[in-house]
């Protein structure tokens, strides 16, 4: 754990935790928090951030790097500088143990958490189908990088044992690992799916952990911010196979899930289970208000998520500015224009928030731009669910910005939608409940 102190707090302090927040979209995200805070908020107030990163000399450089960037913004004056300070943990999220530790760290040494932005994720090896990309890139420029085809993810990549030291393995050659929920002295060590875990269920143990120190955020309640992915098709998702394994489309998987539990979380009909989520360690009663889940996604940013060398990296770049000066909505490009929709997130006055579901329905909110690359955050189509849970609802954008074969929301999609989302918080409380009694 590391705390980087920059002057005395005022008694106004917001606190944001950031996960993944060394790299890329992350570490773009905390640079623009920083920023806005800075200029919307009054001088009174303070920020802050909470930095999760894998390493404790990430953790220093991370901060270090933050810090340079405040007192060199243009947009900071050396009075205003001191107004933000930050504060780093450890966080390995695709080992539980790590979860727990970072989340007890937190507990005994932060008053409070106004805002989780869960962003940290892997995409695991990606596997290209380079003769269709090429194609794709010259003669379907706009949709191919923006609902990519040409590509697909490993199978079954697993964690390393939670439980054991014996090597990780991948999880079709793993049927010896018994996958039963039943705990016994003795019983084998359930599989846990690295994206799987990496992407959202490390981080529902790691909220679930912290709720303690969201109850104190009530007035507002606290907001726990889901990033996303533009492309969560319906059909990369399957009950079956919560964690993604017997997919080559377990990254999608993972985000269609994030898309799922955010948009029905505030639904009666997973309240018996939001209810156990909310519900603090050791204690009896669920938190009242509920902190408030969004989801979002960051647009196409030209991160590494995906890593390929140089040539094809700055290639890929290319493809981008084309398709949006072509009339793409969602290619964001750079990681600054793609923190835009999770940094409104976090700093709206739950006023405009509450205001704008009130109009239009819970929705996903996306970084967009236009042409000329200014940005906007829009709300994006979700399978079953539409723009915002509301038959009829339409887009701005026509059809470039939606998926091919994408159907208008109808009354029954909708009530698919929640009944879907009620068996997945079923689901994830009965894993987390599992896995809890099995670290003890």
Known sequence: MLTMQQSEEPSDCTYVLVTGANTG??????????????????????????????????????????????SSSPHTKAISASRISFHAVQLDLTSLRSVRVAAQELLSSVPTIDTIICNAGIAGPV??????????AIFDPIYSVTFPYFARGSLGLLTKPQLT?????????????????????????????????????????FAHALTPLLAHASHPPARIICVSSLDTPDYAFSLTDLQGLTTTQAYHSSKRLTDILALTASLPTSKPYTDKFFTPPGRSRPLAPHPRFYVCHPGICATDIFPLIFILKWMKILTFYVARWLGSPWHSISTRKGACAPVWLALAAQETLDSLEEQGGLGKWGSATD????????????????????????????????RRGAKDLTVEDREAFEDLGREAWKEMEALREEWEERLG
């Open 25 to 70: 979209l992350g570490f773009a995200t905390c640079c623009r928090l920083a920023d806005e805070f800075l200029t919307t908020r009054p001088t009174s107030q303070s920020l802050k951030l909470i930095v999760s990163t894998r390493s404790a000399k990430k953790s220093k450089d991370t901060v270090a790097r933050l810090q340079h960037h405040v």
């Open 371 to 402: 042409a000329g690359g200014s940005e906007r955050v829009r709300r994006t189509e979700v399978d079953g669910w539409g723009y915002g849970g509301k038959v009829g609802q339409g887009t701005e954008f026509g059809n470039k910005g939606r």
């Open 165 to 205: 030291t014996a090597p990780a393995k991948n999880a079709t050659e793993s049927s010896a690992v018994s996958t039963s929920s039943s705990i016994s002295s003795g019983a084998s060590e359930p599989l846990l799916g690295e994206i799987f875990s990496a992407n959202i269920f490390g981080h529902y143990l």
């Open 127 to 136: 596997i290209i189908n380079w003769p269709q990309a090429f194609w794709a």
